[in-house]
């Protein structure tokens, strides 16, 4: 079985809607992170959190909110889903006690926002 | 903030080749990571170094931490079609608590 999930695999959505993407792991990592890669920009930050009650923004993260429900789970939320949000979303997870913040990653979802 | 550049963009070469990459950082870096990334699937990290000079291979794959600290290259040799996909280099950033992706080399190989 695969350490990161990632569900839905592939959702198309209108304008408008709000949306939920959920991660969820098996491998025992305190951190969690939310990712966005759009063609030729390579991977952006969206949000992150160290542990169940810690949640920080990255690089991106306006239009955007997140839940860490537990420490395998970790949600992304469009409110209110435009079309430039149209991307691949990676959830990835990494263990602090790991020096390089070396980062494992899910399948992806493929989000397209008509 | 710390910005990755990563040479070529894209490569077309034939099977049994070997290929060059590099990544280079206007900052100093404590780790590079290489990742690959396959079409439709999440990026998964091939080597990771954490020491200037150092050289690390895992299989055919190849990768070096350069000595000014600013740089890593990533060698694959004897290319295979299954090498197909995109590489990226990455480090950390910040408190070591996030990393910054460089835009990514995207190998094609043909027969």
């Known amino acids: 079985d695969a350490d990161v999930t990632q569900t839905p695999r592939n959702r198309i959505t209108k304008t408008g809607k709000r949306i939920m993407l959920e991660c969820s792991q098996t491998?025992?990592?305190?951190?969690m992170y939310w990712y966005r890669q759009d063609p030729g920009l390579g991977l952006r930050l969206i949000y992150y959190?160290?542990?169940?009650?810690?949640?920080n923004k990255g690089e991106i993260s306006d239009g955007y909110s997140v839940s860490r429900q537990a420490q395998a789970k970790f949600s992304l939320s469009l409110e209110s889903a435009i079309p430039n949000q149209t991307a691949l979303y990676f959830c990835?997870?990494?263990?602090?006690?790991?020096?390089?913040?070396?980062?494992?990653f899910g399948p992806g979802t493929r989000l397209t926002v008509l | 903030g710390q910005q990755l550049n990563q040479s070529p963009q894209s490569m077309f070469i034939q099977e049994g080749e070997d290929v060059s990459m590099n990544c280079t950082s206007s900052?100093?870096?404590?780790?590079w990571l290489w990742y690959k990334q396959d079409p439709g699937e999440g990026p998964v990290l091939l080597i990771a170094?954490?020491?200037?000079?150092e050289l690390t291979s895992n299989g055919r794959l190849t990768a070096q931490f350069g000595i000014t600290r600013k740089d890593s290259f990533l060698n694959i040799s004897a290319s295979i079609p299954s090498d197909v996909g995109i590489y990226f280099c990455?480090?950390?950033?910040?408190?070591?608590?996030?990393?910054?992706f460089g835009t990514g080399t995207r190998l094609q190989v043909t027969l």
């Open positions: 990835a997870t990494s263990d602090p006690g790991v020096p390089g913040n070396e980062q494992f």
């Open positions: 491998k025992g990592h305190d951190r």
């Open positions: 959190s160290f542990d169940v009650k810690d949640i």
């Open positions: 900052s100093i870096f404590n780790t």
């Open positions: 170094l954490y020491k200037a000079g």
């Open positions: 990455a480090g950390p950033t910040g408190t070591a608590s996030k990393l910054t």
